[in-house]
């Protein structure tokens, strides 16, 4: 939830944001009834976000919560085909998914508390995961505008999406 510790670190999403401090009670339906118009419907009751905006995943993955929203999480084919066609053209071209392997080293889980395996979408790019970089520990995961999966250093400002399913 919005709070006067994310104003002061995060300060960008104070001024940018469609939320206000006094949305801190709300509930996620009632967060995204005030964020709902800025995303676009990809797809029956899933609704996305590409934010033109780099930011470490934690601190993404905070704020499509604050929109009542999470990180995007593919879950099949057909779902990959329709975020990739909508990924903006940007640099670098892979955008914060809301999966990682924080909580146990080599298990990729969704924010939803699935693996990857179990939400349904796996397309790994060749050599990953791969764990690290140089001497980072990659933990946190991306996907890029060719729909591959890879993991990231969590502290790297990468773009992102969020994702709003309704019910």
Not at 1 to 25: P, R
Not at 47 to 55: E, G, I, K, L, S
Not at 91 to 103: C, E, I, K, M
Request: proline residues 2%.
């Amino acid at each position: 939830m919005w709070s006067t510790w994310k104003c002061q670190i995060l300060a960008f999403l104070c001024i940018g944001s469609v939320l206000s401090q006094s949305d801190s009670n709300l509930d996620d339906d009632d967060l995204w009834s005030k964020v709902a118009n800025s995303y676009t419907e990809l797809s029956s009751n899933d609704y996305y976000y590409a934010h033109d905006v780099a930011m470490t995943w934690e601190e993404a993955v905070e704020y499509c919560a604050a929109e009542g929203s999470h990180l995007f999480i593919l879950n099949s084919q057909q779902e990959a085909d329709v975020v990739v066609a909508f990924m903006p053209d940007v640099s670098p071209d892979y955008f914060w998914s809301g999966f990682s392997d924080l909580a146990q080293e080599g298990t990729f889980v969704t924010l939803n508390n699935q693996t990857v395996q179990e939400a349904g979408y796996v397309n790994w790019a060749n050599g990953e995961p791969s764990g690290y970089y140089e001497t980072q520990e990659e933990n946190c995961g991306a996907v890029e505008s060719t729909g591959e999966m890879y993991d990231r250093i969590c502290s790297a400002e990468c773009y992102f999406i969020c994702e709003h399913v309704t019910k």
